[in-house]
């Protein structure tokens, strides 16, 4: 395991504190995030539905899910092995069975049917039909516990902060792999492809791990939006400008960093963007310490680069932890206007300044840790344009 | 664009009939690849709400996604600037806002806002609060067509099995790098990091792409259960067991292919698995032809295998297609026991007859286009026990 015996049952507590404040007694789970910071759980099978089961009455959760991935409960989470409960396969993709009778059928066994239910409505994986399937079985629809669990994730422990620097030793290899491999005459795959096996593989004595959001490496007029990749049929030139969000991520915690190459000398545009956001970071690392709320950090950006007369209308970043496909993200804090949330210490953050405009893109982002008296960036990887 | 405009007027033709069939005038399309089967839409922006909306009365579907993927929409598809919908940025993990409201807004706004309106409850990204917001809405719950665009797409063009094909050739090298990489005192991880870069570049003239599930490739007690990765931390071992379910991808197109390494002489219950499973396979390819059922192919390979002793409760294979995380699966064909679809010519499936027990795993399997006359399998991989 990851993490040790005690951490697994403090995270337990703080969800259970967390149900009980909102008058659940009983929670399921489906996010794989959620899933794995709990139990440990590790596989790439949500693509099917499974969960846990966590309930106030219960003194650990229950993970339920496809009869051939029961095994792997077994060997990548705590729990016991009345604790793993496999469904048969004809419950998958079959219009006429749903997993969640399944799960009912677990909540009535431990004479859970009749308790306050609630599920994460608009996390990943809890569709529609979920839903309403556990609302046909219990009489009763689910009550909304989104973002529960991903909230009680939000401060990490000392083991937590040690993975996220380790994974952003990974970072750093992945960003230089991926600007050493922007040339003109090369194929926009092979940097894709090289990026791809700087995550995996990770530096010398740091294994690196599957992101959670493929290599975004838009060039040219695919810088204009946020997450495009790259062309699979296209080589570099001269003249070339690349946009790269990329991470490292080390026992499924993700440190992601953007930056903007330019193949020659960038153009003015760019380069006008470039020292606005520059500035606003640099600001705004300077900024933030414990007691801040994320839509002062927000403001404090806003307040730099409108003096360039640079507009960013999306928010300003968001919390990082450990994490599935399709988000890095951890879906709680964002840095924007009305997100009155206090930092404090341990918590991490994406920072992530990216500029689209209709005609060219610039991003420099910068992962950073709260810490007792400000912040610390978990990268020192320059910020400006990067000419090759 | 991928395919002609001919090819994307057809599939919507396709749905729009299907719809009709369902008394179903407005759908709402969040499966990521619905919306670039009907669309061409490409970007890895399916972390946040977004979605098509088809309508009975519309000429072409409306994209809607979050401000920052706009750009990308009018990049990747078809669509008229004036179909592509960009929602403002505080309605991205908002528990104030939800971009439901926003979809509200466009049918409304088109007068659909009294119509029969369906969504794809139990396709991915559909959460339930996506369901319930519409419902808040509009007035009433949106109708479950779950799967309809998916059907839609289970008989293949001619130019979709040109790029299948393309896929067959990027796995096929995906399979060879995994298999050469695979040695005593070699990572794990490196092997995971070379089939990333495998499919991603594509051999020779054959750009691969980003697959839609990360490389499966267990060794040893890992192999009990079908869906873990490689251990980041460990050297393979001689005598080491390893499964490998890995895909090749074209243009979105997957190709999945699984093969089984062990490193020395192999036990003598894993060689008697594969004999079982290698007879299974081959009898069920000669058997296979229009005019079968699901179901049926599925007997036969269970009647092969009772007599080596051998049980398979999962199904025997799933339809393939265009796909993005979390499944390369199409979600609609299962060949197992209920499923009474007829197979027809230019049909593809992925034939996965795994093998998880409590103490290994065997894995061999074959990627098939249903012809006019039988099948052909897409690739020519040796499916023994692979011991290099």
């Given at each position: 395991m990851n993490f040790s015996?005690?951490?697994?049952?403090?995270?337990?507590?703080?969800?259970?504190?967390?149900?009980?404040?909102?008058?659940?007694?009983?929670?399921?789970?489906s996010d794989p995030s959620n899933m794995h910071w709990l139990t440990g759980y590790d596989g790439w099978s949500f693509y099917v539905h499974q969960g846990l089961i966590v309930a106030l009455d219960l003194d650990e959760p229950i993970w339920w899910g496809r009869g051939m991935d029961g095994n792997g409960a077994k060997l990548t989470t705590y729990l016991r092995a009345d604790g793993i409960r496999p469904y048969a396969d004809d419950y998958v993709q079959n219009p006429l069975k749903h997993p969640m009778s399944?799960?009912?059928?677990?909540?009535?066994?431990?004479?859970?049917?009749?308790?306050?239910?609630?599920?994460?409505?608009?996390?990943?994986?809890?569709?529609?039909?979920?839903?309403?399937?556990?609302?046909?079985?219990?009489?009763?629809?689910?009550?909304?516990?989104?973002?529960?669990?991903?909230?009680?994730r939000l401060v990490k422990s000392p083991q937590e902060i040690a993975y996220l620097r380790q994974a952003s030793k990974v970072c750093v290899n992945v960003m230089d792999t991926a600007v050493a491999s922007i040339r003109p005459g090369q194929p926009e795959r092979a940097a894709a492809a090289a990026v791809y096996r700087a995550c995996v593989m990770g530096p010398a004595g740091t294994p690196g791990d599957h992101p959670a959001i493929f290599p975004i490496m838009p060039s040219n007029e695919r810088t204009t939006c946020a997450h495009l990749g790259w062309d699979p049929e296209r080589d570099y030139r001269e003249g070339d400008l690349v946009l790269l969000e990329l991470c490292g991520v080390h026992k499924r915690y993700h440190c992601p960093l953007s930056r903007t190459v330019f193949l020659g000398k960038p153009p003015d545009r760019l380069r006008h963007i470039s020292e606005a956001v520059l500035e606003g970071v640099a600001k705004v690392l300077e900024?933030?310490?414990?007691?801040?709320?994320?839509?002062?950090?927000?403001?404090?950006?806003?307040?730099?680069?409108?003096?360039?007369?640079?507009?960013?209308?999306?928010?300003?970043?968001?919390?990082?932890?450990?994490?599935?496909?399709?988000?890095?993200?951890?879906?709680?804090?964002?840095?924007?206007?009305?997100?009155?949330?206090?930092?404090?210490?341990?918590?991490?953050?994406?920072?992530?300044?990216g500029i689209w405009e209709d005609d060219l893109g610039f991003e420099s982002s910068e992962p950073f840790l709260v810490t007792e008296s400000g912040c610390e960036p978990l990268t020192r990887y320059p910020r400006g344009i990067l000419t090759p």
């Open positions: 015996d005690e951490e697994y049952k403090s995270r337990l507590g703080k969800v259970k504190a967390a149900m009980a404040a909102r008058q659940a007694e009983t929670l399921v789970i399944f799960v009912a059928d677990i909540l009535r066994e431990k004479g859970l049917g009749k308790k306050r239910l609630f599920a994460e409505s608009d996390n990943y994986w809890f569709s529609a039909k979920c839903a309403s399937t556990l609302a046909d079985e219990l009489g009763t629809p689910p009550g909304d516990a989104t973002g529960l669990v991903n909230w009680c900024f933030i310490k414990p007691g801040v709320t994320a839509e002062r950090v927000e403001e404090k950006w806003r307040d730099v680069i409108k003096s360039y007369g640079v507009v960013k209308p999306s928010r300003l970043g968001y919390s990082i932890g450990a994490s599935y496909v399709p988000d890095w993200g951890e879906r709680t804090v964002s840095l924007r206007p009305g997100d009155k949330t206090v930092l404090a210490p341990n918590m991490a953050f994406h920072l992530m300044p």
